[in-house]
């Protein structure tokens, strides 16, 4: 059952992703807890989807990462100059990690972890003519498992930028 939940939630983020239209789409790397490619899609002015694939090796858990959640903006709640704000936003979503893991005998096996996230993050948008722009971000997700049998705790924390076209 867990693997058909996270094989649909991807199948549908990447459907997202596909058919997004080209004004509300940007890409972008990060670096930190994970580090890797990254995506947003405003859906609308509030609401954002955004996920990312990358690879956990600062602390664990480490191994391949990929995340889909979706963000509320608040976007003039902290003034950063006369008539310009920097827009925070909080949300929830999913991710997996998938890892290498050496059983008795010598033997790899490739395990995972599903956890629930929290995004808390916020951006600088830097208009480069009309249309697009690329955004400077920052981050902080925590995370708690969702399945087994340990409930583990961790945070995701990275930097990075984003072109939006």
């Given amino acids: 059952m867990k693997r058909v939940l996270l094989t649909a939630f991807f199948?549908?983020?990447l459907l997202c992703?596909?058919?997004v239209s080209?004004?509300?789409f940007g890409i972008g790397v990060g670096v930190g807890q994970p580090s890797g490619l990254n995506f947003r899609y405003e859906?609308?002015?509030e609401m954002s989807?955004?996920?990312g694939a990358g690879y956990a090796f600062l602390w664990n858990p480490k191994g391949i990462y990929l995340n889909?959640?979706?963000v509320y903006f608040f976007r003039k709640l902290l003034p950063i100059g006369k008539g310009n704000y920097l827009p925070?936003?909080?949300?929830g979503g999913l991710c997996e990690v998938l890892w290498l893991s050496e059983e008795e005998e010598g033997k790899k096996t490739l395990a995972s972890l599903t956890a629930i996230e929290f995004p808390i993050g916020l951006y600088y948008p830097i208009p480069l003519n009309g249309k697009n722009h690329v955004e400077i971000y920052g981050q902080v997700r925590?995370?708690?498992s969702l399945f087994g049998e340990d409930n583990r705790f961790f945070v995701s924390v990275d930097l990075g930028v984003r072109f939006h076209f």
Avoid: N
Wanted: hydrophobic share 50%; proline share 4%.
């Fill in 142 to 144: 925590p995370s708690v």
């Fill in 22 to 24: 080209a004004d509300s």
């Fill in 68 to 70: 889909l959640d979706l």
């Fill in 88 to 91: 925070i936003y909080v949300g």
């Fill in 49 to 51: 989807l955004q996920g």
């Fill in 11 to 13: 199948v549908v983020a």
């Fill in 17 to 19: 992703a596909v058919t």
């Fill in 43 to 45: 859906m609308t002015y």
